[in-house]
């Protein structure tokens, strides 16, 4: 399991909102943080600690976070905060810009300068309202990003969209984290944390157009991580094939084979798209609502058009036959 969960259940009712300004506070550039619910507060949070970089799936009622010069004066631990915004609204004043954003979108923020956050559609003097806010936050170091602080300023302040590109790209791995942190080990941490890096790197360029600066082993990671999202999005394509893959992307099929298994821990192209397909099978067919799905049309949707094909590259994967393993994942093994 990555990270550490928090929840104001676990803290009593009159400490709740004090406890989370506090873990706020240790976690995050010094704020003033208040709320008009502060007197009945919720709040839950995982804090996962992925080597430099920390990402923390939250969710709280409506809060404000001020950031002031004196803060900043005080106290500089020199970070960009990246917001994605799951659920609800909110506004920021920041770098000269006062923007709103809401469900799938992305501000970023810069530590050495003040901040006011506040909830969407409400006066900030009083920041009410009711409705949750959910969102995943990325803290890195700002030596970290690749990119002239110059143009990095140029982002600070702004409601980016998520819904595509390599901020779909950056939305999609975040969310997915947390849904995978209880069986992610401690140990693919700081790796887990060099995706993201990269990922924000990317993103960053992509929205200043400025790829081209970006380290020649970032661009390789991103450019693999792109290939990646786009073999799940065709997985159920039986000519999904790894020249097929090299053209949607403008590179050599040779240049391909070299740089996937760098970022696989040696994994091929098309050792990778079967263990995607064999995963979705196993899904599938450990899924009561498709039992009636024939195993060869189970195949068929995940791209496998040959049943003996599929039959023997399960087994080989997971020890039983896919009849078997569905047998075994619909009665819990009983005969």
């Known amino acids: 399991m990555i990270g550490t969960v928090f929840r104001t259940e676990d803290v009593p009712s009159s400490e709740r909102f004090d406890h989370w300004r506090e873990m706020v506070g240790r976690m995050r550039s010094p704020s003033d943080i208040t709320s008009a619910h502060a007197a009945d507060f919720w709040a839950e949070s995982r804090v996962m600690e992925l080597g430099s970089v920390m990402v923390w799936p939250t969710s709280f009622l409506p809060t404000r976070y001020r950031r002031s010069p004196k803060l900043v004066r005080q106290s500089d631990p020199e970070l960009y905060h990246l917001t994605l915004l799951i659920d609800g609204g909110l506004a920021l004043d920041h770098a000269g810009r006062n923007d ?82 209880d069986t992610l080990p401690p140990s693919d941490a700081a790796r887990l944390g060099g995706v993201v890096l990269d990922l924000v790197s990317a993103w960053c360029a992509q929205v200043l157009d400025t790829e081209a600066d970006l380290e020649p082993e970032s661009r390789q990671q991103v450019l693999v991580r792109r290939i990646q999202a786009f073999i799940r999005q065709n997985l159920h394509d039986p000519d999904l094939t790894p020249p097929v893959i090299a053209a949607a992307h403008h590179i050599s099929l040779s240049y391909l ?79």
Do not use: M
């Not at 909830?119 to 002239?148: E, F, I, Q």
């Not at 600070?156 to 947390?178: V, Y």
């Not at 821990?265 to 995963?279: D, F, K, N, P, Y």
């Open 100 to 181: 709103a954003f809401g469900p799938r979108d992305l501000h970023l923020t810069d530590s050495s300068l003040p901040y006011d956050l506040c909830p969407y559609g409400t006066r900030p003097a009083d920041g009410t309202g009711s409705r949750v806010v959910t969102g995943v936050g990325v803290d890195l170091p700002k030596a970290l990003l690749p990119l002239p602080p110059h143009r990095v300023r140029e982002l600070l302040g702004r409601g980016l969209s998520a819904r595509e590109g390599f901020g779909a790209l950056l939305a999609d791995f975040l969310i997915s984290l947390e849904r995978q942190a």
């Open 257 to 335: 084979h070299r740089i996937f298994p760098q970022q696989t821990r040696g994994e091929t192209v098309a050792a990778w798209i079967r263990g995607r397909r064999l995963e979705g099978a196993a899904r599938d067919l450990a899924n009561p609502s498709a039992c009636s799905l024939p195993i060869h049309a189970v195949a068929a949707r995940w791209g496998i058009s040959r049943a003996s094909d599929f039959t023997r590259a399960f087994r080989a994967e997971y020890g039983l036959s896919p009849k078997e393993y569905r047998h075994r994942a619909l009665t819990g093994g009983r005969q």
